[in-house]
């Protein structure tokens, strides 16, 4: 069965610092993977997607992320991070079976 | 703006009631929907698949007999939580797919039920 794990599930940085989120996935097949975020108190937002081509793929606010097929990873970065950033970020597949399918989701504390 | 409108966004009552939840597509037509439910400090969980004009395809573990789904038009979906009690507390999202399959979808903001 498909699923995707993220092994972060709280992390504490400060202004500036550089950030990488985790994300791995099971599947064997062709896979979309996304990266949502979650401000507080707000609805899940699109952060980056990946369908195909270029592995490294660019989102909104600076965030990017990169597609390792042979690690089945989906890491999210970011080189400077800010207090706004402060939201809890989700992983997410989809595959042929057309369902999505979202890791536990990472926690980030942002000292100001 | 929003393509997706939840309502409500916040329903307290007591045990024993039930609770219906919308979710509309605003400016497309949505083939698919889903419907999430979220525990707190945890991910969303899908609960159910909802087709437009077929019978909702529920996760393992999901009472259909509790989570009544109707998808009766291309615009909107609604969850009913029948009978509710205190454990169907919870955060419950739905998300909507249009015709062409395009991802990602589009969410909801969330109705946040509350059993007393």
């Known amino acids: 069965a498909q699923s995707v794990s993220q092994h972060n599930h709280h992390v504490i940085l400060s202004e500036a610092a550089s950030l990488e989120l985790g994300c791995n996935y099971s599947?064997?097949?062709?896979?979309?993977l996304f990266w949502y975020v979650q401000y507080p108190g707000q609805h899940l937002q699109l952060l980056l997607k990946?369908?195909?081509?270029?592995?490294l793929v660019k989102g909104i606010k600076g965030f990017e992320a990169e597609f390792i097929k042979s690690k089945f990873s989906f890491n999210l970065r970011k080189p400077s991070v800010q207090w706004s950033d402060t939201a809890e970020y989700f992983c997410?597949?989809?595959?042929?079976?057309?369902?999505?399918?979202f890791g536990s989701g990472t926690r980030l504390s942002i000292r100001p | 703006g929003a393509v997706v409108s939840q309502h409500p966004s916040r329903v307290i009552c007591k045990s024993g009631t039930s609770v219906k939840i919308e979710c509309r597509s605003l400016?497309?037509?949505?083939?698919?929907m889903f419907w999430y439910r979220q525990f707190p400090k945890q991910s969303l969980m899908l609960m159910a698949t909802?087709?437009?004009?077929?019978?909702?395809?529920?996760e393992q573990g999901v009472e259909k007999d509790k989570f009544l789904i109707n998808h009766a038009s291309l615009t909107l979906s609604t969850l009913t939580v029948t009978s509710a009690h205190p454990e169907d507390s919870s955060f419950y999202i739905c998300?909507?797919?249009?015709?062409?399959?395009?991802?990602?979808?589009?969410f909801g903001d969330g109705t946040r039920l509350s059993i007393l």
């Open positions: 998300s909507a797919r249009d015709f062409s399959g395009n991802q990602p979808q589009h």
């Open positions: 400016d497309f037509q949505a083939t698919t």
């Open positions: 997410a597949v989809t595959s042929s079976a057309s369902k999505i399918i």
């Open positions: 990946y369908f195909s081509g270029d592995p």
């Open positions: 599947y064997g097949g062709t896979v979309n």
């Open positions: 909802s087709n437009e004009g077929s019978k909702a395809t529920y």
